[in-house]
């Protein structure tokens, strides 16, 4: 088989992205205390995944298979905790924008409630969340834009007497859809 040693993959293979080099600048619609900063923050991802189920079809004993819909995985970030917990703060003042508990238990944003929203969008919470895969220069060469995105979880923060680590936490968000894109880097 022609180009099956290693000199061809040598040739081939240009040493491929770094699992590390990524960043996140979060869009947050309610407040961002942060700024620009909330991107150093990040201390683990994923580019989100997706699936396209599929239907089975029995005819005269066989089964077809052909494609479903399209579902898109939940995305989730870890998040170093700032000395002052600001970027916590934001994401939970995100969560209560969503919904209210403490005095009206109603949607503020969104649906049910659509009209007690600061501008009376319904769904006014999304947002769309981008995450970018850096090339060695720290150049983007993949962008990956989640449409309609919201936290829907955000997690513990762990604290124990015995550990020097960074605080963290995680948040989950769930959208409508994401599209990847070369940026051409």
Request: proline content about 4%; glycine content about 10%.
């Amino acid at each position: 088989m022609a180009g099956f040693d290693l000199n061809s993959f040598k040739a081939s293979f240009d040493g491929g992205a770094r699992s590390y080099l990524f960043m996140w600048q979060p869009d947050l619609p309610v407040q961002n205390t942060l700024g620009e900063g909330t991107s150093y923050l990040v201390k683990t991802s994923s580019l989100p995944g997706d699936t396209v189920e599929e239907i089975v079809v029995t005819w005269q004993g066989a089964d077809y298979k052909m494609a479903g819909r399209r579902t898109f995985d939940v995305w989730t970030v870890s998040l170093n905790v700032d000395r002052n917990s600001a970027i916590r703060q934001d994401l939970d003042a995100w969560m209560k924008a969503i919904h209210k508990i403490d005095t009206s238990n109603e949607y503020s944003y969104g649906v049910p409630g659509a009209e007690s929203s600061p501008t009376g969008d319904v769904g006014s919470y999304f947002s769309q969340q981008s995450m970018q895969l850096l090339g060695y220069n720290g150049e983007p060469i993949t962008t990956v834009t989640l449409y309609g995105a919201w936290p829907s979880a955000i997690s513990e923060v762990a604290l124990d007497y015995q550990s020097i680590d960074v605080a963290t936490f995680d948040v989950t968000f769930t959208y409508q859809y994401h599209e990847f894109g070369s940026t051409g880097a």
